[in-house]
């Protein structure tokens, strides 16, 4: 028998985020042969729902309001729990984002679910649905199920492939009214620290720095070479600490976990809170000067040289590729 599944469609600058339509796909492997139903929460956020619909929702539920143009915990709360009262569902989606991890346990707790954080993949076994996520810092990976009530889950992004965009898909939008009372925070102004361009926990191509990279101008190699691959750049704790970049791009267990196709790691020892952040991305590359580095021992290809030779070096060889195709 199939489950209704609500998910939550993530949008930032105006944009769906990747992670929406990863979360769509996982939706529907719990739903079977049920219904998926997206959620879209903001101010103007209609326009968006034939994208989730193209990705497999198989119709879109929105709530607009100006007190939700920006992301709070109360107002989307508000917002979420009309939705979820009138639709009774099986199922809750999330992604494993910041949005994703502040309200996805404030819903699951006000209804009494089960929540399952940080999902790698899920699978159907004698018809009950498994979640695997990783633990430990990534050493290992567990397999849970809810027992009882509305399951809940945040996925990891970059884990679960999104379906193929079917442009001829259509589907049902109904837009919801829920007055939104009592916020007790206000956004009066968002000031983006982070730099432009690819979403770093979204990235196919994660360039990272550490230490090794001795200075702020020493990121600008990076970031050089993450243009070439269209990918984004990240640090390791130790480079934020010593201010050659902002916080904002920390990979590891205090910062960002990332799981990219491309990983590459320059100057970068191998912390275990760094690799906490990283370990499971598809292929690992790691540059360094020291051949006993720990880094190299989860990395699937090393680079043993000075990174100040080796990254003008590779920059240039990938622009040349790219040229060529």
Do not use: W
């Not at 956020?45 to 309001?65: F, M, P, S």
């Not at 404030?106 to 954080?117: N, Q």
């Not at 243009?227 to 970049?245: I, P």
């Not at 690799?275 to 991305?281: E, F, K, P, R, V």
């Amino acid at each position: 028998m199939g489950k209704k599944v609500l998910v939550l469609g993530e949008i930032r600058d105006g944009q769906l985020r990747n992670v929406s339509f990863e979360a769509i796909a996982a939706g529907k492997k719990i739903a079977g042969d049920g219904e998926t139903v997206g959620v879209l929460i903001g101010e103007s956020v209609t326009k968006l729902a034939e994208e989730l619909i193209h990705y497999g929702a198989d119709r879109v539920i929105t709530v607009e309001d100006a007190q939700l143009a920006q992301y709070t915990s109360d107002g989307y709360s508000q917002a979420f729990m009309a939705v979820l009262d009138q639709e009774k569902p099986d199922g809750v989606i999330f992604g494993h984002t910041a949005l994703g991890k502040d309200l996805s346990p404030k819903i699951a707790a006000k209804i009494d679910g089960g929540l399952v954080s940080d999902v790698t993949s899920i699978e159907e076994k004698d018809g009950e649905v498994i979640f695997t996520r990783p633990i430990h810092s990534g050493k290992a990976f567990e397999k849970l199920k809810v027992k009882k009530g509305i399951v809940f889950a945040t996925i990891r992004p970059n884990n679960i492939a999104p379906l193929q965009k079917d442009i001829q898909r259509s589907g049902e939008v109904l837009s919801i009214a829920v007055v939104i009372t009592n916020l007790r925070t206000i956004i009066q102004e968002v000031v983006r620290k982070a730099a432009t361009g690819v979403d770093l926990s979204e990235a196919k191509v994660v360039i990272a720095g550490g230490r090794g990279m001795k200075s702020a101008e020493g990121f600008e190699l990076l970031d050089g070479l993450a243009k070439v691959l269209g990918g984004a750049v990240g640090a390791s704790r130790g480079a934020c600490d010593a201010d050659f970049c902002d916080y904002s791009l920390q990979i590891g267990q205090t910062g960002k976990v990332v799981t990219p196709d491309l990983y590459i790691a320059v100057g970068i020892s191998g912390a275990i809170q760094h690799l906490a952040g990283m370990s499971n991305s598809k292929v690992i590359v790691a540059i360094n000067k020291d051949p006993e580095a720990n880094i190299f021992k989860i990395a699937d290809y090393g680079i043993v040289g000075d990174l100040f030779e080796v990254l003008p070096l590779l920059t240039e060889e990938f622009e040349s590729l790219r040229a060529v195709h």
